[in-house]
């Protein structure tokens, strides 16, 4: 997995394949008395042709199509599709509150599996010391055993709308295919309550019996900030550092620039630098927007693991995942409850030739979508960011912070701290290529 | 809720992958023939598409587990037809743990997992077909597709042979 070689000055770490995270990608760490000299995380995933052959297509065939971009988060890439593809329509404000409220519960369903899968199938053995789940399994087997049942019901709430859990196939622009019967709908409610209640001790859990490595940085915190709501679907996009701007001015704030050693391009904040996305953003920027159920959470929370909020320690983006998700869990309780088959599942969209630009809170971040449409509805032009582009920057400027903690490190534990590092930002690597250069010089 | 059939057919891939979807192209032959001809009683068809991790879901309750996918074999001609039982040492490498996303829970860490979590069926096998290339925007090769009926036939064989 990992080799080196050592002298007194050089050190060389290469981590040739990083474990359990989506996708395929290396880091390159060299350090030189100490300090270091070189920092790359390299990406070697096949390159992805989804901007360009979305050209020519139907606007109506989008969400299907971007939904294959990713295998862990399709709803992110549906709902970016859908909102942007609205506004380049004319209908972004036409939507009525309750597909709305359908889109929240879709993301809720997403949030809930992805952040489930990660924080206990792919972080959690970091913490624990385990080198897999699977080993952390024979010790913990319970907890694994609820993380699945956790994981089945966000399946199962986007499969209620979107079809299935696989690529669903519900979403259109401008709503939803068809609205769930009440029925079925009221049949989730029960588990939903069930794994609410899990997850609150669950996240309690992991706030007071796991050790979170110190490395705190200042960061440049984005996210989605709406006045009323923990975002997801809608709010504009605001900085730590202070910008705040409409989602369809993203791009006069950020740029997206490539870099000789990764198939993925970088972004960066205009005059500034490289920003992060994802849960530990979010509740930074909207923490006092969390449904009430995680709001009382946080303070215990913030007392195990002794920070006050904002969090400037990635490590704790576990807990901030953790919170995310009795969030969502809450919130789609509240959403089921409250639920009736909607007068329409979707409003009447007509071709148009538009442009629109939008961004959703996947679960790492802000993920945002741009199209061109021509006059009969196909597409001119497209262009998607995901959020593991936009934490690549941050990702090698942690590793920088980090390789001065190695020194006295052996080679395979500092191979190891560094990929549980990686692992803090869940990054979705497979989705975050455009095809600009390919590179396979890794071994 | 209904009983849990005990066989589980399923199916990974990814339907826009070129050669990688054949595990999609036999769940949906599968489904055909049973809205037709006969049903499989006895097993339910999960189509899991590029999303292999959300195997451990449907476990629970299978005894017997049949999963269709693309392999990755570089000397193979493509569109050979390949069955083995999953634990077979010389079982080849699948697309789904290779080239395209996994989660790094792929097939073979879930299946550890269900060991460990005593969810693994009595009998785990493996249909795959030789491919090509997996390339996104593609569609099949006229190799790999005309085994898709024929993977279908010996799914539902053994299902027979399962079943009785």
């Given at each position: 997995m990992s080799d080196s070689n050592s002298s007194l000055e050089a050190r060389t770490i290469r981590v040739a394949a990083l474990a359990r995270v989506e996708g395929e990608g290396a880091l390159h760490l060299t350090m030189h008395n100490g300090q270091p000299q070189d920092v790359r995380l390299e990406i070697y995933e096949p390159p992805r042709f989804y901007e360009a052959f979305l050209r020519g297509r139907d606007f109506r065939e989008v969400p299907d199509i971007t939904a294959r971009i990713c295998g862990i988060c399709p709803v992110a890439y549906q709902m970016g599709s859908c909102h942007a593809l609205e506004k380049a329509m004319g209908v972004f404000h036409q939507i009525d509150p309750p597909i709305r409220a359908l889109r929240n519960l879709l993301y809720c369903g997403e949030w809930i599996e992805s952040h489930v899968l990660h924080i206990f199938m792919l972080h959690l053995p970091d913490f624990l010391g385990y080198e897999s789940v699977i080993s952390m399994a024979a010790d913990h087997?319970?907890?694994?055993?609820?993380?699945?049942?956790?994981?089945?019901?966000?399946?199962?709430?986007?499969?209620?709308?979107?079809?299935?859990?696989?690529?669903?196939?519900?979403?259109?622009?401008?709503?939803?295919?068809?609205?769930?019967?009440?029925?079925?709908?009221?049949?989730?409610?029960?588990?939903?309550?069930?794994?609410?209640?899990?997850?609150?001790?669950?996240?309690?859990?992991?706030?007071?019996?796991?050790?979170?490595?110190?490395?705190?940085?200042?960061?440049?915190?984005?996210?989605?900030?709406?006045?009323?709501?923990?975002?997801?679907?809608?709010?504009?996009?605001?900085?730590?550092?202070?910008?705040?701007?409409?989602?369809?001015?993203?791009?006069?704030?950020?740029?997206?620039?490539?870099?000789?050693?990764?198939?993925?391009?970088?972004?960066?904040?205009?005059?500034?630098?490289?920003?992060?996305?994802?849960?530990?953003?979010?509740?930074?920027?909207?923490?006092?927007?969390?449904?009430?159920?995680?709001?009382?959470?946080?303070?215990?929370?913030?007392?195990?693991?002794?920070?006050?909020?904002?969090?400037?320690?990635?490590?704790?983006?576990?807990?901030?995942?953790?919170?995310?998700?009795?969030?969502?869990?809450?919130?789609?309780?509240?959403?089921?409850?409250?639920?009736?088959?909607?007068?329409?599942?979707?409003?009447?969209?007509?071709?148009?030739?538009?442009?629109?630009?939008?961004?959703?809170?996947?679960?790492?971040?802000?993920?945002?979508?741009?199209?061109?449409?021509?006059?009969?509805?196909?597409?001119?032009?497209?262009?998607?960011?995901?959020?593991?582009?936009?934490?690549?920057?941050?990702?090698?400027?942690?590793?920088?912070?980090?390789?001065?903690?190695?020194?006295?490190?052996?080679?395979?534990?500092?191979?190891?701290?560094?990929?549980?590092?990686?692992?803090?930002?869940?990054?979705?690597?497979?989705?975050?290529?455009?095809?600009?250069?390919?590179?396979?010089?890794?071994? | 809720m209904g009983s849990i059939r005990p066989v589980l057919i399923a199916c990974c891939g990814n339907a826009d992958g070129g050669d990688d979807a054949f595990g999609p192209r036999v769940a949906a032959a599968l489904r055909d023939h049973a809205r037709c001809c006969q049903a499989l009683a006895d097993a339910d068809v999960a189509d899991l598409g590029s999303r292999p991790w959300e195997l451990l879901d449907h476990l629970p309750g299978r005894r017997c587990l049949l999963l269709v996918d693309a392999a990755v074999l570089p000397d193979a001609r493509p569109g050979r037809l390949l069955e083995f039982e999953w634990f077979d040492p010389a079982r080849p490498p699948l697309v789904s743990e290779t080239l395209l996303s996994t989660h790094a829970l792929g097939l073979t860490q879930q299946l550890a997992l269900a060991a460990m979590l005593d969810l693994l069926p009595d009998a785990v096998h493996l249909l795959a077909v030789t491919i090509r290339s997996a390339t996104p925007g593609r569609e099949p090769s006229s190799a790999v597709l005309a085994q898709v009926q024929p993977a279908a036939q010996r799914a539902r064989e053994l299902v027979r042979a399962w079943s009785r």
């Open positions: 087997g319970p907890t694994v055993r609820q993380a699945l049942r956790l994981k089945k019901l966000g399946n199962a709430l986007v499969c209620l709308l979107g079809g299935r859990a696989v690529h669903p196939v519900g979403v259109c622009v401008g709503g939803f295919y068809s609205a769930p019967a009440e029925a079925a709908v009221r049949e989730l409610l029960p588990e939903v309550h069930a794994c609410l209640d899990e997850m609150c001790e669950l996240t309690l859990f992991l706030a007071e019996k796991l050790d979170y490595p110190d490395l705190e940085r200042d960061y440049e915190f984005v996210a989605l900030q709406p006045d009323d709501e923990y975002p997801m679907n809608l709010g504009p996009i605001a900085s730590s550092k202070g910008f705040r701007v409409d989602q369809e001015d993203f791009l006069e704030v950020m740029e997206e620039r490539q870099v000789p050693h990764s198939t993925a391009l970088h972004a960066i904040i205009k005059g500034r630098g490289s920003y992060m996305v994802g849960p530990l953003s979010r509740l930074n920027l909207n923490w006092m927007r969390l449904h009430p159920r995680a709001a009382e959470l946080l303070p215990k929370v913030c007392q195990a693991i002794g920070h006050e909020l904002p969090w400037r320690n990635n490590f704790l983006s576990l807990p901030a995942r953790a919170l995310e998700t009795v969030h969502a869990l809450a919130l789609a309780a509240d959403i089921l409850e409250s639920y009736r088959v909607p007068a329409r599942s979707s409003v009447p969209v007509e071709p148009r030739a538009g442009i629109g630009g939008h961004g959703t809170e996947a679960p790492r971040g802000i993920c945002w979508h741009q199209y061109r449409t021509n006059a009969d509805g196909t597409i001119a032009q497209a262009r998607i960011i995901p959020p593991t582009s936009q934490n690549q920057g941050t990702i090698e400027a942690d590793l920088r912070d980090l390789a001065a903690q190695l020194n006295d490190l052996d080679d395979e534990t500092a191979s190891l701290r560094c990929e549980h590092l990686i692992r803090n930002y869940d990054p979705c690597i497979s989705c975050s290529v455009h095809f600009l250069k390919f590179d396979r010089q890794w071994v | -």
